[in-house]
């Protein structure tokens, strides 16, 4: 079993930048993938960015320069580093983790970009 507690968000004005932090607790199966999703309201759940057990990432096109998703496994936390944020970018960010057998979701936490 895991917890995901996920840490953050804010508002911000375009071109800003924050990071959110995601703190695993309980049994991490060794092999696992981490991402970042957001949803905003009205839309569908995205896919934001991945990253490995063994440290390979991904991120949407739509973000691909401007988000970093990084780990510290020391610390048993993800990140995700948002810079040059767009309006866009608004929504309730959620931590995600998928083992073999199981996909565990973080409570999420509001982005807000505007003006």
Same mark, same amino acid.
């Given at each position: 079993?895991?917890?995901?507690? =996920?840490?953050?968000?804010?508002?911000?004005?375009?071109?800003?930048?924050?990071?959110?932090?995601?703190?695993?607790?309980?049994?991490?199966?060794?092999?696992?993938?981490?991402?970042?999703?957001?949803?905003?309201?009205?839309?569908?759940? =995205?896919?934001?960015?991945?990253?490995?057990?063994?440290?390979?990432?991904?991120?949407?096109?739509?973000?691909?320069?401007?988000?970093?998703?990084?780990?510290?496994?020391?610390?048993?936390?993800?990140?995700?580093?948002?810079?040059?944020?767009?309006? =866009?970018?608004?929504?309730?960010?959620?931590?995600?983790?998928?083992?073999?057998?199981?996909?565990?979701?973080?409570?999420?936490?509001?982005?807000?970009?505007?003006?």
């Amino acid at each position: 079993q895991v917890q995901l507690v =996920e840490s953050g968000g804010g508002s911000v004005q375009p071109g800003g930048s924050l990071r959110l932090s995601c703190v695993a607790s309980g049994s991490i199966f060794k092999l696992y993938i981490m991402g970042w999703y957001r949803q905003a309201p009205g839309k569908q759940r =995205e896919l934001v960015a991945t990253i490995t057990s063994g440290g390979n990432t991904n991120h949407a096109a739509s973000v691909k320069g401007r988000f970093t998703i990084s780990r510290d496994n020391a610390k048993n936390t993800v990140y995700l580093q948002m810079n040059s944020l767009k309006p =866009e970018d608004t929504a309730v960010y959620y931590c995600n983790l998928k083992s073999i057998q199981f996909d565990y979701w973080g409570q999420g936490t509001q982005v807000s970009v505007s003006s």
